[in-house]
């Protein structure tokens, strides 16, 4: 399947499981709105880039700049930090594993800055680590190149 039949597909898909959260907490019926719609594509984007071993699709998420916060057991500053830790601690496909995110929220905070929170679930073997399960949150920032992630706090 074509990546962008799989990015529509995953869209829809996340579209629909918004909209049934939302209706599940407020037994009204939600529709995602173009924000939210825009900041899960790039959370799709990221999965498949990770997905595919390739690290430096999955950090284009993110704003190139040395203010963008990583918070994992300490903390990185810009985008460089974040991807030689990537780099340490996933030296390779197999160690990468699948990922999988599940249970997105996404929080506008007004028209250039929204907060995502989520679970993430990494499946690989014993051998590079075993199965990884954490929740994260987000900070976004609509910039000229879109939504981008300035902070990432992930446990």
């Not at 924000?35 to 799709?44: G, H, P």
């Not at 950090?59 to 057991?73: C, E, R």
């Not at 250039?112 to 990494?122: N, P, Q, S, T, W």
Request: proline share 2%; hydrophobic share 40%; aromatic share 10%.
């Amino acid at each position: 399947m074509p990546l962008r039949s799989r990015l529509y597909a995953a869209v829809l898909a996340l579209i629909f499981a918004v909209t049934l959260s939302a209706y599940a907490q407020d037994d009204q019926l939600k529709t995602a709105s173009k924000q939210e719609l825009d900041i899960i594509k790039v959370l799709v984007a990221q999965e498949d880039a990770w997905n595919k071993g390739d690290l430096q699709g999955f950090i284009q998420g993110y704003k190139n700049s040395p203010d963008t916060l990583f918070v994992t057991h300490q903390v990185f500053r810009g985008v460089d930090g974040m991807l030689d830790e990537y780099r340490h601690n996933y030296p390779n496909r197999a160690a990468m594993g699948t990922l999988g995110f599940s249970e997105l929220e996404v929080h506008g905070l007004d028209e250039r800055f929204a907060v995502v929170i989520g679970k993430y679930h990494l499946d690989r073997g014993k051998k590079e680590g075993g199965a990884a399960d954490g929740i994260f949150s987000l900070v976004f920032e609509k910039t000229d190149q879109g939504w981008k992630i300035i902070v990432d706090h992930t446990s």
